[in-house]
């Protein structure tokens, strides 16, 4: 097993749910179950954990063929399937969403489902955190990642650790372009913030230490609105971090999360509301859809083979940011359709709204303003092409 590579691999759908949006039904757990069982029998994964966080079935697997496997992935479609064939016979809402398409090819990347996997050599202990989130994008993963690896008064090990002392790289996605710049911290920090502080459009998609390339974490970057040209539904990314022995400490990567930062996301996908932290007895939204959650579960792998889960946000130490969450909440619900709450127009963009803005266009009339508007869109626009 020395020097063997393993890849954990964590591929998630909303498949369909229970009373609207809330949460996932145990008989399409237990469906999804059985097709990686057999897939475990058969050699193919070494061993995998089935949960959900709100609406979101999620399918943790551990194996040896690498990241992006068709074998992988075509089994995470057809355990999918055969959830969503549950989810249609006991009639549960939304039966199938995050399904794009009818048929498999050989990746379910663009078809729907969010992915993150790693692949790495195990250390002799080797623990890892799989945060899954609901109603949200995986742009929310952006601060806690650069509070993780890049922010001391997160992260003490990044100044009291030789092994962690030289920094972390960022490997940042445009999704609009589909373009990707690395960035190293801590040289780069204000260029990384530059990007990551446009979580709709600059997604981290995974860290790597710097000293020796080896890989730290992971999100899943797929936004399903980018994909569909259209709101099918939230995104409710995972992510996967590794911990301690050279990487931060669980209780760093923790600490990440005891901030509620404001996240996209919410009702219908185009409010801002903050991330609250919780255990997966609370992994279900309920208040106006929400508010968006996150679940964290501590694992250690050995052998290939995962050990727990750990539930580590069922802890009253997270209480206090649970409460602020909740204040946030509330504040922001205040606001009602009116921005910040409500999300920007560029984003609106893939809602509803612009049918009903549709509407309005003709009953406009011109206006003298009293000067020429010049308008601006560099954030939107920064391809060559565009400048
Ligand atoms: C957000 C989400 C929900 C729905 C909302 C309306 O990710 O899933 O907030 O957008 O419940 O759902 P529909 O349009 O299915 O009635
Ligand atoms: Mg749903
Ligand atoms: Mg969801």
Do not use: C, D
């Given at each position: 097993m020395a020097g063997q590579k393993v890849t954990i691999s964590v591929i998630k759908a909303d498949i369909g749910s229970i009373a609207g949006h809330h949460k996932v039904h145990p008989d399409t757990i237990l469906a999804a179950s059985r097709v990686l069982a057999e897939a475990k029998r058969k050699g193919v994964i070494k061993s995998f954990y089935?949960?959900?966080v709100g609406d979101d079935l999620q399918l943790i697997m551990t194996h040896f063929k690498g990241v992006d496997s068709p074998e992988i992935h075509e089994l995470a479609w057809n355990a999918f399937k055969e959830a969503t064939k549950v989810a249609k016979?006991?009639?549960?809402?939304?039966?199938?969403?995050d399904l794009l398409s009818d048929a498999f090819s050989g990746n379910v990347r663009g078809m729907g489902p969010g992915v993150a996997e790693m692949e790495f050599v195990e250390r002799p202990a080797e623990p890892v955190i799989v945060f899954m989130a609901d109603k949200t994008e995986p742009g929310a993963f952006?601060?806690?990642?650069?509070?993780i690896f890049a922010d001391p008064f997160n992260t003490a090990g990044l100044v009291i650790d030789p092994r962690m002392h030289d920094g972390f790289v960022f490997e940042v996605l445009d999704v609009y372009e589909g373009r990707m710049v690395k960035l190293n911290t801590p040289e780069e920090l204000y260029d990384l913030l530059a990007l990551i502080g446009t979580p709709g459009r600059y997604v981290i998609k995974r860290v790597y230490r710097k000293s020796d390339g080896e890989i730290g974490a992971v999100v899943s970057s797929e936004r399903l609105n980018l994909?569909?040209?259209k709101y099918v539904g939230k995104d409710d990314p995972v992510m996967i971090v590794r911990a301690q022995s050279g990487f931060p400490a669980v209780g760093e990567i923790l600490e990440a999360f005891s901030f509620p930062h404001l996240v996209a996301g919410w009702m219908r996908g185009s409010h801002h509301g903050p991330l609250m932290p919780v255990g997966l007895k609370d992994a279900k939204c309920t208040r106006f859809d929400g508010p968006p959650r996150v679940v964290a579960l501590g694992f250690q792998i050995k052998n290939g083979e995962l050990i727990g889960p750990a539930d580590l946000f069922d802890d009253v130490a997270f209480d206090e940011t649970r409460r602020l969450a909740q204040q946030v909440a509330e504040y922001l619900r205040r606001h009602g359709p009116f921005m910040p709450h409500r999300l920007g127009p560029e984003e609106m963009e893939y809602t509803t709204l612009?049918?009903?803005?549709e509407k309005l266009k003709d009953r406009f009339v011109k206006a003298d303003l009293g000067y020429q508007p010049k308008l601006k869109r560099?954030?939107?626009?920064?391809g060559p092409e565009h400048e």
């Open positions: 089935v949960t959900h016979e006991l009639g549960l809402y939304a039966a199938g969403q952006n601060l806690p990642l650069y509070k994909i569909a040209g612009p049918k009903v803005l560099s954030e939107e626009l920064t």
